[in-house]
């Protein structure tokens, strides 16, 4: 049983994760067409300082995980935290604290736009 579970685990986390992104997808083309048909400009998807943005917060999050992670290498090493408590919660909070500040930076960037 357990090498069925070996399995059978992975597959069926991997046809989760499939089913969410493609089903996402789906839903967003249909509405798309449906906009498109009842007569919106197209141009309307396409909006390139929201892509700008969320490449930042993005960068921001990567950057933050890769701190926690080191982070709670540090704590684990000096034992102030046990290493199962260390690396999530120091992924989480540097994760978070990454994305207020990129968040931060994308509205002081919005704000000075010549566009708004």
Known sequence: M???EDILVPLGAFALSFGI???S???KHKE???LIESGADPALFYNKEQ????ALKF???LLGIGIGIVLGNLLAKANVLDTDV???AMILICGGAALL???????KQEKNSPNS
């Open 2 to 4: 357990n090498q069925l």
């Open 21 to 23: 992104v493609y089903f």
């Open 25 to 27: 997808i789906i839903t």
């Open 32 to 34: 798309r067409l449906r």
């Open 51 to 54: 892509k700008r943005g969320q």
């Open 59 to 61: 960068g921001a999050l």
């Open 86 to 88: 260390a690396y999530p």
């Open 101 to 107: 500040i990129g968040n931060h930076f994308v509205n």
